[in-house]
């Protein structure tokens, strides 16, 4: 079984200040760690993921094995950055690839 | 068109009437998933197809769901005599590889919302 945990519904930083959205998995084997972004009226859609170890937007995150953990980090965050970020996993199960998704955290940037 | 597109966006049903949701997914894509999503929840998985194979419908929460992608390009969600507990938006997603091949970057449609009152 595979499972995500993202601890906090709500995430309020000022402006400029640094970000931390938390993600920890449950998974037996080899994952591919994942963050995604929906912002308002818009599609859910790909930040970034682990096997590119690229920052998006200012965004980076590390997979951190020995804690299963993939936080998000960004170090100033910007009033744009508002928006629901969702951690996912995808791990083999059944003959494919299946994704499965944290209940996602909500980013507030205050001007 | 270029991305996932699903139909209708909005549906609001009567308890006890049958829905039916569409996705269409980006030309070529083997891989199609739905899932629901509760407000407040993150997107629960449902179901996955590889072109036209239902590979995996553990996610249905119950036998009132079904979901089926004939030709293996444009998926049907049907639920029959909906409750209440069914309001959710539900999302559809594919990409374009299968089985081992498969990576976890999906490619999202708008989403359908139904309200069941």
């Known amino acids: 079984a595979q499972r995500v945990t993202q601890p906090e519904k709500l995430l309020s930083v000022f402006k400029g200040a640094p970000v931390e959205l938390k993600c920890n998995y449950s998974y037996s084997g080899s994952p591919e760690l994942f963050w995604y972004v929906q912002y308002s009226r818009q599609r859910l859609q790909l930040l970034l993921r682990?096997?590119s170890r690229e920052s998006i937007k200012g965004f980076t995150a590390d997979l951190n094995k020995g804690e299963t953990s993939f936080h998000l980090k960004k170090p100033f965050a910007q009033e744009e950055d508002s928006a629901m970020y969702y951690c996912?996993?995808?791990?083999?199960?059944?003959?494919?690839?299946?994704?499965?998704f944290g209940t996602g955290t909500k980013l507030q940037v205050i001007p | 068109g270029a991305g996932v597109s699903q139909s209708p966006r909005y549906k609001v049903a009567k308890r006890g009437q049958d829905v039916a949701l569409r996705c269409d997914p980006i030309s070529g894509h083997v891989s199609l998933f739905w899932y629901q999503q509760a407000l407040g929840q993150g997107p629960e998985f449902l179901t996955y197809?590889?072109?036209?194979?239902?590979?995996?419908k553990s996610g249905l929460p119950s036998d009132r769901f079904f979901a089926e992608r004939p030709e293996g390009s444009v998926s049907t969600l049907k639920i029959q005599r909906t409750q209440q507990e069914d309001s959710a938006v539900y999302l559809c997603a594919s990409n374009g590889k299968g089985g081992y091949a498969n990576t976890g970057e999906l490619f999202f449609g708008e989403g359908s919302r139904l309200t069941v009152l």
């Open positions: 996912a996993l995808s791990g083999l199960s059944g003959g494919y690839q299946k994704v499965t």
């Open positions: 682990h096997i």
């Open positions: 197809f590889q072109n036209e194979a239902q590979l995996d």
